[in-house]
């Protein structure tokens, strides 16, 4: 960086004799900082949402979220009890449900054993769901018995007269139980005695709804105890020897998904952590230095999380990952000191030590930390609110780690050496150390023009591979990938879920739901739709059904009501005269309803019917459903586009516009955001880390080179990328596909970038302070930069043990651009600056001949 080497100097001596002079004390306001940091750190809260990705002020989370906050309810915990006896099943249900009703209301909102109520209603108004023609048959036939009847008491039939079927209760229910078609009879009617029963399976399965949510673990674990409570005290083994009794529902199952988050998080960061350590501990094989490194980058990514605390607030389903990155990129500032220090140590105190150590890393690796904050910063020019997130965050980390090598690892360094004093004569460095930079330093002062000439060709071959990857659209579309399900192992808690799900149906798990304000507007959405719908061919369209309260509703009301007062008049007439047995007259008055019956309304509606149709606050109706082609999948992207962009926005005839959103509008909002911000992203990394270069090297030439390697090192990332699922059989022959990308793997590009820069960088900046021995450049720099490159490259590969799709790739990824630039930095570059001074050597030489 440029300022007063002067100042610089004085900065540094007087730093580097505050840390040698008051170590304890330095190190103990450490740990106060850290401490109050983790402090901070702890209240951070996980948010699993998709739409956390998105930024709040998106139309469709907004919309998202308004119609969330309208939608009733949908959480609960299921009951389900298997055994072989269907009747002991009832038994069961009948007797535990009043035990769960005793739970706290505030936990409860609703328990739910069954559609006994809803059944009553539509046997009570079973004329009304029929068919209109099958009431005017109804009716035809009441009045040809009745008109038969008469005409046999005043004796004015004709003999070849045939009867029609007598007016009896059992001859009335089979007309219309005949005629009703299976498709018009509601879906619950099935339930055997109004239970959530499968006779055939012998499972039952009992509800209760709670307005608790997965976020809320310890109180979904109070209630999940209570629940178990209540099965316990009515001893489910009495109504069934075999029965057995399990606990799930999307409450259960939503806290399982999270926890298994939060243990992905603490698994993929332990491994990446303890990887880093470990790859550090065999390059030094001093556990001083590693004690101390692990002080210097926790201190740092400690104090990283706790400003995310006050910056941020809580962490996403992509920046809980950035534990291991954090570490495994900013430890590279204290390797590169650490390597200075020890390698100072052989010829000096332990002050002196220290501030060559400050005094000759600190411009490269400070350049490194801000072209790595500069790249995770670009990612903040995006549309996404999680990568603004992951950028602040990642940007943040990299500078704290930096500070905190600067003025937390010379503190602890000295601190072991007053401890235990280093004995110089016994060496400071690595044994493998100098093997580590050798190879490197072997090729590119050994054969420079053959490395320069196959990283050509490798070049050459990324910008055409790299070409025809983004010509034949590199998105990820098959959502399924990208999600932890893939990878789930199977739970009882699952297989009861699937079990619940089979009896009870899946109401709004594919589909999608639209909130109008008034409920006139209603019908012509519903109209609008369904025109929509039906005006693109039919393998393309976007949805089945749209779904509404009104379809809960009878058709044909004011007919069907005016039938049915026939033929109870009919009745009427028939049982004054005699025509009607008085056993069948008590069942046919259940069946057929008084005169002066009334159109069923919304309000109308059992509260369990309707219940998918109410808010919150109690309105009814207000709320609308797409159902989604049942031959396509809503795991695939491009069916996501179609269906989102067929109900985002809706004109009504009125003029009022109604929004759609959802999980298929996130979704495709998340898709072409990709599209459209990741040049954007690349670009702005790309410019930000050039400045930062012209600014560390004043512009010159030198600057240029490093940019130059930076640049082949991205060209050879997406070269990578482009053939990365090559396959070959002898059936297809060579498949070349590259990887999709996708919501998070995306970010890889950017920062891939900026964190590789810091090979060219510290290999060039020692380059210069060398006088041009590239080869003792490459043995004791390359080494430790290749060690850099390491602890990056693990701190990567361990997010390939998540458990999520999108985090393995783009742990893939980003390890794949770690090595591209790390080979162009610590090979490619010196390669290329030893040739030039071999040249102008041999043009010295011919021209002092």
């Known amino acids: 960086m440029r300022t007063s080497p002067d100042r610089v100097e004085r900065f540094f001596r007087a730093l580097t004799a505050l840390q040698v002079r008051h170590p304890w004390t330095l190190l103990g306001l450490t740990l106060l900082l850290t401490a109050l940091a983790v402090l901070a750190a702890r209240k951070l809260e996980l948010h699993t949402s998709l739409g956390e990705l998105l930024p709040s002020g998106k139309e469709s989370v907004i919309v998202a979220d308004r119609v969330n906050k309208r939608l009733p309810s949908v959480s609960s915990i299921v009951v389900v009890a298997e055994g072989r006896d269907n009747e002991g099943l009832k038994r069961f249900v009948d007797a535990v449900t009043p035990e769960l009703r005793k739970i706290d209301p505030s936990l409860v909102g609703q328990v739910d054993s069954g559609i006994h109520a809803t059944q009553e209603f539509f046997e009570k108004n079973k004329l009304l769901y029929a068919p209109l023609d099958l009431v005017n048959e109804v009716r035809d036939r009441i009045v040809d018995r009745y008109d038969y009847e008469v005409g046999q008491s005043l004796g004015t039939l004709l003999e070849e007269d045939d009867p029609p079927p007598p007016i009896t209760e059992e001859s009335i229910r089979k007309e219309i139980e005949a005629r009703t078609p299976k498709t018009d009879t509601p879906k ?497 990394s790309l410019l930000s880390t050039m400045l930062i270069i012209l600014v560390t090297f004043r512009g010159k030439r030198d600057a240029w080179w490093v940019i130059s390697s930076v640049l082949l090192g991205f060209t050879w990332t997406i070269g990578v990328l482009a053939i990365w699922k090559t396959t070959y059989t002898p059936e297809t022959g060579l498949l070349v596909e590259g990887m999709k990308i996708n919501f998070l793997n995306f970010v890889a590009l950017p920062i891939t970038i900026g964190v590789g820069v810091d090979y060219s960088v510290n290999v060039m900046q020692r380059y210069r302070l060398s006088g041009g021995d590239m080869r003792r450049v490459i043995v004791e720099t390359g080494g430790a930069v290749v060690l850099c490159s390491l602890t990056t490259l693990v701190s990567y590969l361990s997010l390939t043990l998540s458990i999520n799709g999108a985090i393995r790739s783009f742990g893939i990824a980003a390890a794949i651009g770690e090595l591209c630039c790390m080979l162009n930095g610590v090979l490619v570059l010196p390669a290329v600056l030893y040739w030039l001074d071999q040249r102008k050597l041999k043009k010295a030489q011919a021209a002092a001949v």
């Open 188 to 684: 619950h009617q099935s339930y055997p005695g109004g239970y959530y029963l499968d006779p055939e399976r012998h499972q039952v399965v009992v509800r209760v709804l709670t307005p608790l949510g997965s976020g809320d673990i310890e109180r979904a674990e109070l209630l999940r105890s209570l629940v178990q409570q209540a099965v316990d005290r009515v001893q489910p083994k009495q109504f069934d020897p075999t029965m057995k009794v399990g606990l799930s529902g999307n409450l259960l199952t939503g806290v399982e998904a999270y926890l298994r988050i939060k243990g992905d998080l603490a698994h993929v960061g332990f491994w990446g952590v303890t990887g880093v350590l470990i790859v550090v501990l065999v390059f030094f094989m001093r556990l001083r230095t590693v004690v101390s490194m692990t002080v210097a980058v926790g201190a740092g990514a400690a104090w990283t999380f706790g400003a995310s605390y006050f910056l941020v607030g809580h962490l996403n389903s992509s920046t809980g990952f950035l534990f291991s990155i954090i570490v495994g990129n900013g430890i590279n500032f204290g390797v590169v000191y650490m390597a200075r220090f020890l390698e100072a140590r052989r010829d000096h105190d332990v002050e002196q030590s220290a501030f060559i150590a400050h005094h000759e890393t600190w411009s490269g690796t400070l350049s490194a930390a801000l072209a790595a904050a500069a790249s995770y910063g670009a990612l903040s020019i995006t549309d996404f609110r999680g990568f603004k997130q992951f950028g602040l965050i990642g940007g943040t980390g990299m500078v704290l780690c930096w500070i905190t090598t600067e003025l937390v690892l010379p503190v602890v360094l000295v601190l072991f050496e007053k401890l235990s004093p280093s004995n110089r004569k016994s060496g400071f460095r690595s044994v493998l150390a100098g093997h580590y930079g050798r190879p490197f330093a072997w090729l590119a002062t050994r054969s420079p023009s053959v490395v320069i000439g196959i990283s050509l060709a490798i070049t050459l071959s990324a910008l055409a591979l790299g070409a025809r990857y983004v010509k034949l659209d590199p998105m990820e579309y098959n959502m399924r990938t990208v999600d932890n399900a893939a990878t789930e192992r199977p739970t009882e808690i699952r297989r009861l879920a699937q079990v619940a799900d089979r009896i009870l149906g899946k109401l709004r798990q594919d589909g999608l739901a639209i909130a109008v304000d008034r409920l006139e507007q209603v019908l012509p959405l519903k109209k609008a739709l369904e025109a929509r719908r039906d005006s693109v061919p039919k393998d393309q369209r976007p949805f089945d059904s749209v779904v509404t309260i009104h379809s809960l509703l009878p058709s044909d009301q004011e007919q069907k009501i005016a039938r049915i007062g026939e033929i109870r008049e009919t009745l009427d007439r028939a049982r004054r005269r005699g025509f009607i047995k008085d056993h069948d007259w008590q069942k046919i008055q259940e069946l057929v309803p008084e005169r002066g019956v009334k159109p069923i309304g919304i309000a109308d509606l059992p509260e369990q019917m309707a219940q998918p149709f109410t808010e919150k606050d109690g309105r009814r109706g207000l709320l609308v459903y797409l159902g989604p082609k049942k031959d396509e999948s809503v795991w695939d992207g491009h069916y996501l586009l179609r269906w989102a962009d067929s109900f985002r926005r809706t004109v009504l005839p009125d003029g009022s516009v109604v929004q759609g959103s959802g999980r298929a509008v996130i979704f495709a909002d998340v898709i072409l955001a990709i599209v459209q911000d990741t040049p954007r992203a690349l670009l702005a």
